[in-house]
């Protein structure tokens, strides 16, 4: 009885979740008659043509690559940072500890505050806010902890004995490395790639005061919500949302391969 | 030589990690409060030392009820995200017994947290709008004469919004700690005449304790400064102290929006120690 209840209410929960998406999806299939709200008046793929169409609906291509570029650079640089911190904490050292508040307060602190400290800190030094420097370091804030909790989680369970058994035959650091840790955390190296990617592609409130003179994708779609009033907007996000969802489809499937 | 090195390994390790979380995240915030006791002339804030930013919020009537307003989100999301969560973590786990068909449904949890919040945000338009589907159904059924207004920019908008937005944050971790609990615990307690409630009470919410704590600080820092929310659900009418400071920085008021950035943080901090004391969750890490 009680199993029964709950299967009823998950039902319930996944039409929360995915209901408006679906709604949305639906509407971005119409013709030039369709409208923002239902009934569906003609099916076509007019809207979703209208994206790539840059003089109605604001840059959204150009938004789409920096964005594209910036995770990219967010998750090489995330990825980096975060596996050589993380292997510093299986040692023991000094400030450990202040690192590690220090990283998960960075998830705890309120978006706002990293948008608001770091445009106030750009400002007050005089530095043009851009998309690849202030939003780049906003995006970190908040990629870098996920990868590095990533990380810490996966060294926890790694088995030190291969890389002493390494060092016995004669490796350094750097081939031990390249050779015996690498290969062995490489699938997880492709799960931090695909969230902090997402993280990134998505992020609004941290980039919102520092993307400087051009948008990201999300602060373009946020400036399209006041000003378009057509399916278009509906179709932009069904293309960004089909985007994401490939996205984590390959990964995913790039995770399953690597770590057999 | 080599002993050195093996001894300055870790800090050179650790450095780059470091440098990133002192330049954008204790610089800033440093700044935020050095700047937060400027003054300013509705031109361009001056270096000063004052407390006119400070006394303006305590002063200030609208600042005052938008804290409140913040605070009541913060519980009406953190609540329903609760409730939401145990029963989903708790069917999960203990009522799917295929270990892929869990996986499997779980997956599908996740799948929307993937994308934009701005577009899951703007879904709920042709939904929940005064013509939308809701409605439409509604008033097909006659169980309304007119649209209900209340259903899109309204309390109840931003409340649902940042539910759906921030729901997982809450199950994951819960979810993770439900896991965790080992299965002959609970048999042992059927054994001793234990109901299923008691089970409930005396096993399964005590061990799950640690991901309530850890979802609830996801779900409390992330509801506290929210502002894209605010703004699209709740249609300009509402307020939070998020979409306050946006406004402020968009009137280039930055030490009075430094003000409420830097109370912000410390009621965070308060909230999130708050909730550290009463549950132990290294234990997770």
Partial sequence: ?260 | MYRTWKALQPYALATPQAIIFLMFLVFPIVMIVVVSFWQFNGYAMTPAFSFDNYINVFTSQVSLSTYINTFKYVALVWGTCLAIALPIAYYLTFCIECESIRVLLFLICTIPFWTSNIIRMISWIPLLGREGLVNQLLLNLNIVQTPVEWFLYSDFAIVLGMVHLYNFFMIAPVFNSMMRIDRTLITAARDMGASSFDVLKEIILPLTAPGIAIGSIFVVTLTMGEYVTVRLMGGGQSASVGKLISTQIGSLQYPLAAANAVILLLITLVLVTGILRVVDIRKEL
């Fill in chain 1, 1 to 260: 009885m009680a199993k029964k209840l709950l299967t009823v209410f998950f039902a319930l929960f996944v039409l929360f979740l995915y209901g408006p998406m679906l709604a949305i999806f639906t509407l971005s299939l119409q013709g030039p008659d369709g409208a923002l709200t239902f009934p569906v008046r003609s099916f076509g793929f007019y809207w979703l043509g209208q994206v790539f169409q840059e003089q109605r609906v604001g840059s959204f291509v150009e938004s789409f690559q920096r964005s594209f570029w910036l995770g990219l650079l967010v998750v090489a640089i995330a990825i980096v940072v975060s596996v050589m911190a993380s292997m510093a904490f299986r040692a023991r050292f000094r400030g450990a500890l202040a690192l590690f508040y220090l990283t998960i307060s960075s998830l705890v602190v309120p978006g706002v505050l990293i948008s608001l400290g770091i445009g106030i800190t750009f400002q007050v030094l005089s530095i043009q806010t851009n998309w690849f420097t202030s939003g780049l370091g906003a995006h970190l804030t908040w990629t870098v902890p996920f990868a590095f909790l990533i990380m810490l989680g996966v060294f926890n369970r790694f088995n030190p004995y291969y890389e002493e058994a390494a060092r016995d035959l004669g490796a350094g650091d750097v081939q031990t490395f390249r050779e015996v840790v690498l290969p062995l955390i490489f699938p997880s190296l492709i799960g931090i790639a695909l969230l902090g990617f997402t993280l990134s592609y998505d992020e609004f409130i941290r980039t919102s005061l520092v993307s400087g003179q051009y948008n990201t994708l999300p602060l373009e779609i946020f400036g399209m919500t006041t000003n378009v009033t057509s399916p278009a907007l509906y179709a932009l996000g069904t293309l960004t949302t089909l985007f994401s969802v490939t996205l984590i489809a390959a990964g995913f499937g790039a995770y399953k391969f690597f770590s057999r």
